[in-house]
């Protein structure tokens, strides 16, 4: 599968999973915040939405063609307000839009699902990279980004989206934090997911090791 073809939200949740098991890297909710960012900076890109002052507002209502796109632009249409992309995310109700990206990626062939059981007891399931290059290409372009290369546009996205979720930190420990903030500073998607983590989040040393509960449906 060509990282070519791969949209933001496509993009951040192949990093979200550990190429060696599966493991889901940062936790449900945050993950699911990370991808309606992610959703709204494609429409962003697709000339769809716009940034004016701190707002967010739709400039163009036609669909584009993909179903969870698409679903996200009806909602801002339905609302008809321009609001900062922090209210957004919350107010699109992203529950349940990683398991959504999961199976449109296993579709795909980029991941397989594996199920197994905790304790012995309760259903787990989890998503490993079926093909391991796209995430590995996608690691290279943000690894090149991180040691002084000149990312495009598309690039800076997914470093912020990645770095303010915590995707990055557990794909290049130790990293460049300095150069990371400077090239991501002025990213609004990334800051609206910043702003939600840094509000609901506590700071801890939890691993977000978050497997889905097959019992209770998972986030």
């Known amino acids: ?33 990370s ?15 716009q940034l004016r002052g701190t707002g967010l507002a739709v400039v163009d209502r036609r669909p584009v063609g993909d179903p969870e796109l698409d679903a996200v632009l009806a909602r801002l249409v339905k609302v008809g307000k321009t609001l900062p992309p922090s209210r957004w ?29 905790m304790l012995g007891l309760i259903p787990v399931e989890r998503h490993g990279h079926d093909d391991p290059e796209p995430v590995r290409r996608l690691k290279e372009r943000l690894g090149r980004a991180i040691r002084g290369g000149k990312p495009d546009a598309r690039t800076v996205t997914l470093l912020a989206l990645a ?36 509000k609901t989040t ?10 889905t509960i097959l019992a209770s449906g998972g986030s």
């Open 1 to 33: 599968m060509s990282t070519e073809q791969l949209a933001f939200a496509e993009e951040l949740i192949l990093l979200a999973h550990r190429e060696t098991d599966g493991k889901q890297l940062i936790p449900n909710n945050v993950l699911n915040i």
């Open 35 to 49: 991808l309606t960012a992610a959703e709204l900076a494609e429409l962003a890109a697709l000339g769809k939405v």
């Open 89 to 117: 995310l919350i107010m699109i109700n992203p529950v349940r839009k990683r398991r959504h990206y999961l199976q449109r990626l296993s579709e795909r062939g980029a991941f397989k699902a594996r199920k197994s059981r």
């Open 163 to 198: 770095y303010h979720s915590g995707v990055l930190g557990h794909l290049f420990p130790g990293g460049k934090d300095r150069r990371v903030e400077e090239l991501v500073r002025d990213d609004w998607a990334g800051q609206a997911v910043r702003a939600y983590v840094d």
């Open 202 to 211: 506590p700071k801890s040393d939890d691993s977000g090791d978050s497997v």
